[in-house]
Nanobody, 127 residues
Framework: QVELVESGGGSVQAGGSLRLSCAPS????????MAWFRQAPGKEREGVAA???????AYAGSVKGRFTISKDNAKNTLYLQMNNLKPEDTAMYYC?????????????????????WGQGTQVTVSS
C-alpha cells in the first residue's frame, strides 16, 4: 500500500507559478513510475507529466515548456513546477504511483497505468 500526499496548490493569476509536491510513503519499490494528473469540473482526468525511476520525463502537449516534473530522491518527494499558468490549467491535481519497471511510452500518461492516487490539490488560475 502506497499513500500519496499532495500539497502546494492554490490560487494565482494568469502568468504566475506554483510548485506542487507529492510525498509517497512508504517507498520500498526499486522500479516505479510517478505522475501528475488533473481533472477539471465536467472533464475527464488527464495526464500532465510522468517520471519513471530511470528519470526520463514525459509531458502532455498542453503543458510542455511550461511545467517541469522532478523528484528529489533524498527527500523522497515528487514535484511539479508550473510556470506561465493559464486559466485552462485550473483543475484538481493528483499525484499517482505504480510499481512497475516499464510502461509503454504511449501509455505513460494514461490513468489506467497507475494504481495509487493521492487526494488531490486544487489549482485555480484567474485571468
Amino acid at each position: 500500500q502506497v499513500e500519496l500526499v499532495e500539497s502546494g496548490g492554490g490560487s494565482v493569476q494568469a502568468g504566475g507559478s506554483l510548485r506542487l509536491s507529492c510525498a509517497p510513503s512508504p517507498i520500498t519499490y526499486r522500479t516505479y513510475y510517478m505522475a501528475w494528473f488533473r481533472q477539471a469540473p465536467g472533464k475527464e482526468r488527464e495526464g500532465v507529466a510522468a517520471l519513471g525511476y530511470q528519470g526520463s520525463p514525459a509531458y502532455a502537449g498542453s503543458v510542455k515548456g511550461r511545467f517541469t516534473i522532478s523528484k528529489d530522491n533524498a527527500k523522497n518527494t515528487l514535484y511539479l513546477q508550473m510556470n506561465n499558468l493559464k486559466p485552462e490549467d485550473t483543475a484538481m491535481y493528483y499525484c499517482a504511483h505504480v510499481a512497475t519497471g516499464w510502461i509503454p511510452p504511449e501509455r505513460i500518461l494514461a490513468t489506467s497505468q497507475y494504481n495509487y492516487w493521492g487526494q488531490g490539490t486544487q489549482v485555480t488560475v484567474s485571468s
